[in-house]
């Protein structure tokens, strides 16, 4: 990278846990998306999983309630450049839905994330399994605000946080890598913010 | 909307800085002379990086503010806020003559040429820079009968393009200061968008997040789908 003129930076003392090019948003959590904040009371919200499983299904409020939940304690990275450290996550692995849905199919390879908004992203089936994937419902000991993807978003803390669909409805399980909505605009199809993937071709 | 092509690779360029315009008391116009025409859409977005000696280097994302031309030539309004590492060194260091790395155009949604039809554009504060874009462009191209452009501002002070901006699609609020047709200060209301709601429309929202959101929920009261809306929001990611 050819150096800047008469630029030094602010930050010298990097905390380990930031990735690249990364800075420590503090208490501070930007809010960024493309589309107004849904309306989502309880009876208007569901959650299916669908595509390449044994048995797809949709759960009501109600149902996704009685799921047994998880927590994420750790940090989330925005491809913006903000990360923001310590946070408590509370919500239903990806794994427990796609177990309650059958299990994939042997030709599941990738997922693609809807939300009731239309707004779509897309991950390896790898990214979403073995514990590192949820669908959330609260953070930091409240309810998942509406600003904030709530009622409820998914939550995959390994990769830029665009991938953590808000307002999410649906997991479609595929056998192909199918671009969603930023990834379809020039960002990155895996987005790992340690190998700093954030547009196609890092 | 048309579906353009992806970016590709996305290759880090070098842009140099040949012109600096002071459109306001806290924002600049960084005129680019880049390597080749950057093929934006109008409302695409740059990611501008500042690399330091011993390799700490800090990006942010900016507008684009010109409109597509044939020229090797961008203009990026930044607004200096006190915390942003980027936009404090844009404002106080960076020179006519500097080199800069960008890499872009990004985002394919909030975009807009004159095929997609016509579009509403709601621009609060440094949320005009985009909606500018789109704006140029529909004016280049005898278009501006498609567009409509409403902006919030505090105060004629604080208005990005003043010079360039009036005319008969563009209407002007300001929150704290009396409007050029008398409209008195405060915020954004549903009565300020109605005259620019057409059926056909496509709107376009740029902004901070609390403005994105009174914005939409005017447009929504004024039946307004949804669905037809795009937003962008100014966070202070700085």
Not at chain 1, 47 to 65: C, H, I
Not at chain 1, 104 to 116: E, G, I, P
Not at chain 2, 7 to 19: I, K, N, Q, R
Not at chain 2, 180 to 197: E, F, I, K
């Amino acid at each position: 990278m050819p150096v800047t003129r008469g630029f030094s930076g602010r930050r010298r003392e990097r905390d380990p846990r930031l990735p690249p090019g990364q800075y420590d948003a503090g208490d501070d959590w930007p809010v960024l998306h493309v589309e107004l904040v849904p309306d989502l009371p309880p009876a208007a919200w569901s959650f299916a999983v669908d595509g390449l499983v044994a048995s797809p299904r949709t759960w009501s409020w109600e149902e996704a309630q009685d799921l047994p939940r998880s927590t994420y304690d750790g940090a989330i990275h925005c491809v913006t450049t903000w990360s923001k450290f310590d946070m408590t996550w509370v919500g239903v692995s990806v794994d427990v839905l796609l177990e309650q849905a059958g299990g994939v199919l042997a030709s599941a390879t990738h997922v693609l994330v809807h939300s009731h908004t239309g707004y779509t992203t897309n991950l390896p089936l790898a990214d979403v399994t073995g514990g590192k994937a949820w669908l959330a419902f609260e953070v930091d000991g409240g309810p998942l605000e509406p600003i904030h993807g709530g009622p409820a978003r998914l939550l995959v803390p390994h990769l830029y946080f665009w991938k953590s669909a808000k307002w999410a409805s649906r997991i479609e399980v595929l056998d192909h890598d199918q671009r969603g909505y930023w990834e379809d605009g020039g960002y990155h199809d895996r987005g790992d913010p340690w190998l700093e993937q954030r547009y196609h071709g890092d | 909307m048309s579906s353009p092509a992806p970016t590709g690779g996305s290759p880090w360029f070098t842009g140099t800085v040949e012109d600096i315009t002071v459109e306001t008391a806290r924002a600049k116009t960084f005129t680019l002379r880049l390597p080749a025409p950057l093929g934006h859409r109008a409302g695409q977005h740059v990611v501008l990086r500042l690399t330091a000696p011993d390799g700490y280097s800090a990006a942010r994302s900016y507008s684009v503010a010109s409109a597509p031309t044939d020229e090797s030539l961008i203009d990026l309004t930044v607004e200096r806020l006190d915390e942003g590492e980027v936009s404090t060194f844009l404002h106080d260091v960076a020179e006519v003559g500097d080199e800069l790395e960008l890499r872009g155009p990004i985002g394919t949604h909030f975009a807009w040429d004159p095929d997609d039809g016509p579009a509403l554009l709601v621009g609060g504060g440094s949320g005009l820079a985009p909606l500018m874009s789109m704006l140029r462009l529909a004016r280049a191209a005898d278009r501006s009968d498609l567009v409509r452009l409403v902006v919030a501002a505090r105060t004629p002070d604080d208005l990005l393009y003043a010079a360039e901006l009036p005319g008969p699609e563009v209407t002007l609020t300001y929150s704290r200061a009396v409007g050029p047709d008398g409209r008195p200060a405060g915020r954004l209301t549903a009565d300020d968008l109605a005259a620019s709601v057409r059926p056909g429309q496509h709107t376009f929202i740029c902004g901070s997040s609390g403005f994105c959101e009174a914005a939409g929920a005017h447009l929504l009261a004024l039946g307004v789908q949804p669905t037809t809306i795009t937003v962008e929001r100014f966070g202070p990611t700085t």
